[in-house]
């Protein structure tokens, strides 16, 4: 599985610290408020507790933090028009990229 994570975050403070748990978790940033990456039930329930509770210490009203799970198969099918993402990289099916 794979984890998409997307937000908009209000309060700056808070929207880099939530980027650095991601990013800790081993999501990578595919666009400025949107990380993906294997997805593992267990780890990332306490992730998102971790995430929601920051959230909640700066909370907006306008604050909103989602994630969706999907198949690798179906992110796979993912259609990119710019930058292309290495799919087997964010997937984990692939631990190294090659520049």
Known sequence: MVCIVFYDIEHSKTRTKVAKKL?????????????AGPYEKVSFDKLWQKITDQI????????????LTVSK???????MFGEIM??????????????
């Open 56 to 67: 909640k210490r700066n909370y907006a009203a306008n604050d909103k933090f989602y994630y």
């Open 73 to 79: 198969n179906q992110f796979k099918n993912l259609k």
């Open 86 to 99: 290495d799919l087997d990289y964010i997937c984990g099916t692939k631990h190294t990229i090659i520049i």
């Open 23 to 35: 990013k800790q978790y081993g999501l990578v940033r595919i666009q400025l408020s949107v990380f």
